[in-house]
């Protein structure tokens, strides 16, 4: 299996170190980053395989040992070099290439391989040092060919095609993707071999990242376009290209800020898009344009048959997420992962076998989807790592991918990502030897109001850090009260007619912590005023349903000893209630038996008839059960929602009671 690469050029037209030094100390003078320093290194591996790590909030399979992964590794490698790697090209002797099938246009040439393929083969390559013996021949060859196929438009990228002819040479156009796998495997090379060889690892990466990728890639709006090719102006971009682990690390060597702008107006981007196309599956189309961020077209560009959806490009974005998370403990990475991961695991059951090759955005199977290839299905594997919920989908996925053998583009990806899953793919600036010291920005822009009588609801600006933030820490009057991985907290069981002063901190993962936020303050209201419980005695509908007597009607009949049940083992799954016609609503009491709602969405509909167009009024993480009373700004609603993603338990949901308030006399 392979993807499209973009269209090509016609088709879319001594001394030195202790300047190094010098440069260093500057920086450092003033506060700012020092650029990574290349490694002059002796013949060897500094960082052989199986380096076998293990990442913070990370799950690894359990059902088999280190050493049992690491060998399933080097077995696929093998398998890999064997099938995809090659070096028959006559017209550049030495030079290596990876051989995979190329949709688009080469231009009369005869395609053998990519620029993506080389990107995926110097960072295989770079982390299997150790196991292969001519790992750094091989690494060398597949640099040296890409630089002979350098891009037509900045001769610091590589153009996207590879063929055996020296009329192809500097021919092509860039893509993002490859490039951006290739100034990383630069990188990981000056921490496997240093840089005092032949090739000088780091500085090529630099040359790249800067002369090449930021010149050429990075938009006027902080996204990255998808090719030399492309506008710089353009809010054109495809989220397979979101590589933000790569980026920190280019961050890391350079020092320039603007690798964290891209990073976090990537995230917004993503968060935008999700909020509207994506709430409950957190999937992304495969390209993305406009600001706010919408899906592409159907006729977006030749050769794409559904860039509006979930497909062959961004089936790579769960791994390219996650491992920003893993690496560098951005709480938002997390967050993604963990909503890609519970939708998919819900979808098929827990079997790994059950994913297909393409999904719309609403999760439904697209019409020529048939079976499970691994770019799909590892990502969402990988994703998983992130919530120990998973740990028996994450032993599942191990077992499918590693038996999994197709073509250059899922073994390519099954690899990468068999490389993360086992611990054996490391952070390139780890042991840079400059430990994070640097504190996150304050948040901004803090704001509190007050919703009810006993909650006071929180909002504010995220802030920026070198590597990436882990969480914020809620304070009330000075006082810490609550951690919160997003920008928005709810501080809950407080006094009637009392006001409340709050400040906010955030935090990164090496313990730095910012300066407070500003100053927000809110009181109370007065007290429960008289409302009525609007869901009394009508009508529901849910999902599923346990059994007779647990039907959807037991949790509107108000007695608290009859509940709704859903069927068990199965996420997601929903229970509504139809108020008849359109309230004023502003709060739900929840009342769980044992099997509560971990994660749950609170959504309401205005439809006529059957309800299909939900909007999210409230979002529940971490959820503890018992009785649950939400407040939110009153809206107008005939339908009301518990949509659940995530189980407390093994079993289902339950509830007892579902209730809506409203003011009385409505």
Known sequence: MYRTRIQSTRSKMRTVSLILLSAALLLAAFGLPAPLQPKAHAAGEMKPFPQQLSYPGILKPNHVSQASMNASVAAYYDYWKG???KNNLSSLPGGYYVKGNVAGNPDGFKALGSSEGQGYGMVITALMAGHDPDARTIFDGLFKTARAYKSSENSNLMGWIVADDKKAQGHFSSATDGDLDIAYALILADRQWGSGGSVNYLAEAKKMITNGIKASNVTTGNRLNQGDWDSKSTWDTRPSDWMLSHL????EVTGDQT??????????????FSSKYTPVTGLISDFV???PPKPAPRDHMDGEEFPDEYNYNASRVPLRIVMDYAFYGDARGKAIADKMATWIKGKTGGNPNNIKDGYKLDGTVNEKASYATAVFVSPFIAASTTNSS????????WDWMKNKKEGYYSDSFNLLSMLFISGNWWIPTADSGTPDTQAPTAPANLTATAVSSSQVNLSWTASTD???VKEYKVYRGGTEVDTATGTSYSDTGLNPSTTYSYTVKAYDAAGNASANSNTASATTTDGPSTEANLAKGKAGKASSVEGSGYEASKAFDGNASTRWASKEGSDPQWIYVDLGKTYSIHKVKLNWEDAYGKNYKIQISNDSGSPANW?????????????EEINFAAQDARYVRMYGTARGTSYGYSLYEFEVY???GM
Request: hydrophobic share 35%; aromatic share 14%; charged share 10%.
């Open 289 to 291: 344009i406009d600001n």
């Open 662 to 664: 409203g003011p009385s």
């Open 466 to 468: 070198n590597v990436g």
């Open 615 to 627: 909007t999210d009024v409230y979002t529940k993480t971490n959820g503890k059960g018992g009785v």
């Open 259 to 272: 690798w964290l702008d891209v990073i976090n107006n990537l995230y917004n981007v993503y968060g935008q």
């Open 390 to 397: 998973h740990q028996a989908w994450i032993n599942a996925g």
């Open 248 to 251: 920190r690390a280019f961050y």
């Open 83 to 85: 099938a995809h790697l």
